[in-house]
């Protein structure tokens, strides 16, 4: 099984920053492509950032110029810059993780418990 901890949410103000870090566990797995979502009220969850193990990203164009993710492969950690916060960012992020198992080849997704980031005017 894979065990994801995730930390570095709260509340800041608009036009401040946050980064989380997520660190992923789990033997006999390989990390390949790790990424945060994030769900707000009312709505549905929405992807906002994934990293490759070779360090290729992607982004939601909500985010773009402003969140920045990266990773420690020796650690498998991922974390998430967020910088220029703004109040539609509030919501709460998730963590997710896309393995291999090593000896079975099998997929398997994860997800972390999820940790709230409030922004306020």
């Known amino acids: 099984q894979v065990h994801l901890v995730e930390s570095g949410g709260g509340l800041v103000q608009a036009g401040g920053s946050l980064r989380l870090s997520c660190a992923a566990s789990?033997?006999?797995?390989?990390?390949?492509?790790m990424g945060w979502y994030r769900q707000a009220p009312g709505k549905q969850r929405e992807l906002v950032a994934t990293?490759?193990?070779?360090?290729?990203?992607n982004y939601a164009d909500s985010v773009k110029g402003r969140f920045t993710i990266s990773r420690d492969n020796a650690e498998n950690t991922v974390y998430l810059q967020m910088n220029s916060l703004k109040q539609e960012d509030t919501a709460v992020y998730y963590c997710?993780?896309?393995?291999?198992?090593?000896?079975?080849?099998?997929?398997?997704?994860?997800w972390g418990q999820g940790t709230q980031v409030t922004v306020s005017s």
């Open positions: 789990g033997s006999w797995f390989t990390f390949n492509t």
């Open positions: 997710n993780t896309q393995a291999t198992n090593i000896w079975t080849h099998r997929p398997l997704a994860s």
């Open positions: 990293i490759t193990s070779g360090g290729s990203t």
